[in-house]
């Protein structure tokens, strides 16, 4: 029994697989160590949540608004610019994605951070773009989404 935030990593996985730039080197984890081969890339994976009031009711269904990592890897001379074209090809696809297929009520763009480190050709990178999603569930049961 998954807790329906897999649903929505997994949806939002579907939704970014196939960038022009990341292609299907798109996977749901924690941001670990990515091989140089696979870069360009991207990881998704939901370091927090927290209630939120503005979707839940006094009855059955709770609000939740969980925050979405989605963490960009390139290397490379053009690092930088390479990792600004993820973060524009990223937003523009969650945006298309409307509400990930019913999963969730709203996805809020919240913030951007990137690092790039080395010189020349060694240079290497990533962006990290946070994401706020609002969902509900049911109180009883965490593991799938209601609208």
């Known amino acids: 029994m998954s807790h329906a935030r897999q649903a929505i990593r997994e949806a939002v996985v579907a939704a970014l697989t196939g960038l022009p730039t990341t292609g299907g080197s798109v996977k749901d984890t924690w941001p670990y160590a990515t091989p140089p081969e696979d870069m360009p890339a991207l990881r998704i994976y939901t370091p927090g949540e927290q209630a939120d009031d503005r979707a839940s009711d006094l009855g059955p269904i709770q609000g939740r608004a969980v925050t979405l990592l989605i963490v960009g890897y390139a290397e490379g001379v053009l690092v930088a610019e390479t990792l600004d074209t993820i973060a524009a090809e990223v ?14 009520k709203l996805i809020d763009y ?7 480190e080395g010189e020349t ?22 593991t799938a989404t209601v609208r």
Do not use: C, F
Not at 91 to 104: D, M
Not at 110 to 116: I, P
């Open 121 to 142: 050709k060694k240079r290497s990178g990533e962006i990290r773009l946070t994401y706020s999603i609002l969902y509900r569930t049911a109180r009883a049961d965490p």
């Open 110 to 116: 919240q913030s951007m951070t990137a690092l790039v």
């Open 91 to 104: 937003e523009v696809a969650l945006a298309a994605s409307g509400n990930l297929g019913g999963l969730v």
